[in-house]
């Protein structure tokens, strides 16, 4: 089974400053037949059920903000917020889903 | 838009069964695989089991295999999980969730169903 390591598990980040939460796998999650990572990031706020970000470990949704990036590639992957808001107070998470599926322990972001 | 509304959950004693219903609208059911994903209080995201399309494919958690099964009418636009020999650390909020194809992403989740294994 593929696991998912995250660090940090907590954050405080000023408004305004970056933050960056990273994701390893135990195994590549690069696909060479179609060189796609198979990674998504998912935020979940506070008594609310998560929401998707980013697909393919750098491929936005559509409707979330560009302060949200991904990158990364093979077992390394990061999730980057330019300029934190209020509102990006969650808990984030990375999932491959390369062979079957497996979420990250989480990140929890907080304002400093 | 799309949405997932959970049902079915409650409180079962170890050892007891439970069948969760998940009602969706919103999108063409047939075309979508349909997961279930679950939270124990205070902890992170545990993948359950996926099931295909047209139900034909199921794969699940080894931590639910042979205990736990998936299934779906399209018919009626419902997703079932049922939940035998259940133990106390089955507790947890159970989502219904919706990928856009199998062993993809997943884009929308409902908001949950709590189920508590408890004597």
């Known amino acids: 089974d593929i696991v998912m390591t995250q660090s940090p598990d907590s954050l405080a980040v000023s408004l305004g400053e970056r933050a960056t939460i990273n994701c390893k796998s135990s195994q590549t999650l690069l696909y060479n037949s179609n060189n796609k990572n198979y990674l998504a990031w998912y935020q979940q706020k506070a008594g609310q059920p998560p929401k998707l970000l980013i697909s393919?470990?750098?491929t936005r949704e559509s409707g979330v903000p560009d302060r949200f990036s991904g990158s990364g590639s093979g077992t390394d992957f990061t999730l980057t917020i330019s300029s934190l808001q209020a509102e990006d107070v969650a808990v984030y998470y990375c999932q491959q889903y390369y062979s079957s599926y497996t979420f990250g322990q989480g990140t929890k972001l907080e304002i400093k | 838009q799309v949405q997932l509304v959970e049902s079915g959950g409650g409180v079962v004693q170890p050892g007891g069964s439970l069948r969760l219903s998940c009602a969706a609208s919103g999108f063409t059911f047939s075309n979508y695989p349909l997961h279930w994903v679950r939270q124990a209080p205070g902890k992170g995201l545990e993948w359950v089991a996926v099931?295909?399309?047209?139900?034909?494919?199921?794969y699940y958690a080894d931590s639910v295999k042979g205990r736990f099964t998936i299934s779906r009418d399209n018919s009626k636009n419902t997703l079932f999980l049922q939940m035998n020999s259940l133990r106390a650390e089955d507790t947890a909020l159970y989502y219904c969730?919706?990928?856009?194809?199998?062993?993809?992403?997943?884009?929308?989740w409902g908001q949950g169903t709590l189920v508590t294994v408890s004597s």
């Open positions: 393919w470990a750098s």
């Open positions: 099931i295909s399309y047209n139900g034909r494919k199921d």
């Open positions: 969730a919706r990928g856009p194809n199998i062993l993809w992403w997943i884009d929308y």
